[in-house]
């Protein structure tokens, strides 16, 4: 399932490739996955030239003209890639859009369809789903000091709170578990009763495990987008994630697994005590 980096990773290609472009093709192949309809959509987006290209959360925006943003959430399965012209598009692929002096088009293909494109800005509706009207702060742009106000300001699980998008933005269920590892804090505890340097570990811990699979990310995204669009694996060895039964790189014992939210859960109940 592609969490931060995977969206980080995107939106750094999509940069190089869309900025400074001109949209001059919408092709919606199926309609569910838009916020508006494509009578509206299309008009909105024609002949608008991209400004940037950002990443908020887990979500990729395409900043246009005209204070618009084009949003899209890869949800469990999407992709967001630049197909060759010579290619045709894979099956599931729901968008399509062409821009001036961009040979190919990009392409929006999301199988599951978890995943959604919405636009927004100035004269349009507020909408769920793909929204980012209603995310917290990303978790790279927070400052500690406020990551930390936050934690405690709050009285719940961990885990739990670090996957709620609307206090920060960007954790899944991946990275949430990896981070409470290697902080040493068990997923299940509550955050009004960490201290500041629990809260300063977690925090740390959190930007450690995400820089590492941006990095990690980064080769495997452009293998992904120059072959035939295949969604990258990242090199990152995850110390408990999908390791249930498996020895704690740390002490050895095993590691378990518990619901929290209705999310699996990966920790060592040696490392990580109750
Ligand atoms: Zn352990």
């Not at 062409?98 to 199988?111: Q, T, V």
């Not at 072959?227 to 704690?248: D, I, L, T, W």
Request: hydrophobic share 35%; proline share 6%.
């Amino acid at each position: 399932m592609p969490e931060l980096p995977e969206a980080e990773t995107i939106a750094e290609g999509l940069k190089v490739k869309l900025v400074g472009k001109r949209i001059n093709g919408v092709h919606i192949k199926r309609r569910d996955v838009l916020n508006i309809t494509p009578q509206r959509l299309r008009p909105l987006l024609l002949r608008r030239r991209i400004l940037s290209v950002e990443r908020m959360g887990k979500k990729i925006i395409l900043q246009l003209e005209g204070k618009r943003s084009l949003i899209f959430s890869l949800g469990m399965s999407g992709q967001l890639y630049t197909l060759p012209p010579e290619v045709k598009p894979p099956p599931h692929t729901h968008l399509i859009i062409e821009f001036s002096g961009l040979a190919g088009a990009l392409i929006f293909r999301d199988p599951r369809r978890f995943g959604g494109v919405s636009l927004e800005g100035e004269g349009l509706p507020k909408t769920s789903g793909s929204s980012i009207r209603n995310l917290g702060p990303d978790i790279l742009s927070i400052s500690e000091e406020d990551f930390i106000a936050l934690m405690g300001r709050k009285k719940r699980q961990l885990k739990a709170l670090l996957l709620d998008q609307g206090l920060i933005c960007g954790l899944g269920n991946i990275y949430t578990d990896e981070s409470l590892f290697r902080a040493r804090l068990h997923p299940g505890r509550r955050s009004d009763g960490l201290n500041v340097d629990d809260m300063s570990k977690l925090y740390n811990a959190i930007r450690q495990v995400l820089a590492e699979a941006i990095s990690a990310g980064g080769s495997s995204i452009s293998d992904y987008v120059d072959a035939q669009g295949e969604a990258g694996n990242f090199q990152v060895n995850h110390r408990v994630y999908g390791k249930e039964g498996e020895p704690c790189p740390n002490c050895g014992n095993k590691i378990a697994k518990m619901k929290i939210g209705g999310r699996g859960t990966h920790y060592c109940p040696h490392c990580q005590p109750g």
